[in-house]
């Protein structure tokens, strides 16, 4: 039997760089310091100077990342934050441990991000903040929603989770203004663990952050805030420094296999990405769209391809939001796509065989659904 094409590969970055990554542990191991040491100092000096920031905070993960900037930007109870109606539930979370009151927009049909035409009607006076969610690695329109934001005289902050890497304008994600970082495993830069981090333009933010993330904390036993215990520790900032070295040719493979499934996928039959002109997408996620999910992830599953769904229910639909009175209907574009979207495997372990055994297969399910 052939071996079943996985929808991640956690273990070919250990295999590429086994050696360059068993030095790292080791000498954090050797060096016999844990927390806030050397090495989150070069891994932050190294990611801003990646993302094109003046500082990076590296934090426990990404939600913490994405909370405690909204804490570090000013917003708090009482405050409205304008997130995406179509996005991973940590969006929404963030807002919420912030102190503030998630107010989503439905994103653009052809792209899934935050349609920046409707922003302006979800704005009140109490919003603080507006965040765009570069959704699978494809960046959202920064142009558009940093002009709305700057007129409106509101505060940007992107979660950039999915998009390490991704251009918006021939500029990285989060080259500009405040963004927020996962480095889950199974993003395009992944600790082997937890991590996060929090890039920025801003001193005063970047200050704010360092305090946060060390218990309120500038001098050892002297609490200016209330700040939380969210910290990226030593070993996981060794081992991204390690693989931040490789992101860029990763990303490259990810750019090599998108091309190809785009060019080799019937897009008669599956609605595939739409890339807008000032995209460059990180391709974290090769989301395609189909009326008919369920057979064709049944038999795509049968003939030993993975497929997964991101994300199947909208965060207004989960009963952690069901305090804030929202329904079936009350973001149909946001609930369409959750029927429809199916994510295929990508990722820059894939081997050609396992590439052209998801597009044989995919092709020849997808040409059978008349007749199912
Ligand atoms: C992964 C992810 C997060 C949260 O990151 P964690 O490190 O898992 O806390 C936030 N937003 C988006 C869009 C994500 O994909």
Redesign the pocket.
């Known amino acids: 039997m052939t071996e079943r094409v996985p929808f991640l590969d956690l273990h070919g970055p250990y295999a590429e760089l086994k050696e360059e990554m068993d030095d790292a542990i080791a000498r954090v191991l050797s060096s016999g310091w844990f927390l806030l040491g050397d090495e989150i100092a070069q891994f932050e000096a190294e990611f801003a100077s990646y993302v094109g920031a003046s500082h990076c905070i590296g934090v426990a993960?990404?939600?913490?990342?994405?909370t405690l900037a909204l804490r570090a930007v000013g917003v708090g109870a009482g405050d409205e934050v304008i997130v995406p109606s179509n996005?991973?539930i940590?969006?929404w979370l963030?807002v919420t441990y912030a102190g503030a009151t998630p107010v989503p927009v439905e994103p653009d049909v052809a792209t899934y991000n935050m349609n920046p035409a409707l922003i302006e009607a979800a704005i009140t006076p109490r919003t603080r903040a507006i965040m765009p969610?570069?959704?699978y690695g494809q960046p959202a329109d920064m142009l558009a929603i940093r002009d709305i934001a700057k007129r409106r005289g509101i505060h940007v902050l992107e979660?950039a989770?999915?998009a390490h890497g991704a251009r918006s304008d021939g500029r990285r994600v989060g080259n500009v203004g405040t963004a927020?970082w996962?480095?889950?495993p199974g993003?395009n830069l992944g600790a082997l663990g937890?991590?996060?981090a929090v890039t920025t333009d801003d001193a005063g933010i970047a200050e704010r952050l360092r305090k946060l993330r060390n218990y309120g904390s500038s001098k050892k036993y002297v609490h200016e805030v209330a700040g939380v215990n969210s910290r990226l520790d030593e070993l996981q900032a060794a081992v991204l420094r390690v693989k931040l070295r490789h992101l860029d040719e990763w990303n490259a493979r990810r750019v090599g296999i998108a091309a190809r499934y785009t060019r080799e996928l019937p897009g008669d039959e599956l609605v595939l990405p739409m890339v807008p002109p000032f995209a460059n997408p990180s391709w974290?996620l090769y989301v395609v769209r189909t009326t008919s999910r369920a057979w064709v992830q049944a038999q795509l599953t049968a003939s030993g391809v993975d497929s997964l769904v991101h994300y199947p229910l909208s965060p207004h639909l989960q009963g952690a939001y069901s305090g804030l009175g929202y329904s079936k209907g009350s973001f149909p574009i946001a609930e369409a796509l959750q029927e429809e979207v199916m994510s295929l495997p990508i990722g820059p372990h894939m081997t050609e065989t396992q590439i052209s055994r998801v597009i044989a297969s995919v092709s020849s399910v997808v040409s059978h659904t008349d007749t199912r």
């Open positions: 993960n990404g939600l913490d990342a994405l996005t991973f940590a969006s963030a969610v570069h959704l979660d989770a999915q927020a996962s480095f889950y993003k937890d991590g996060g974290h």
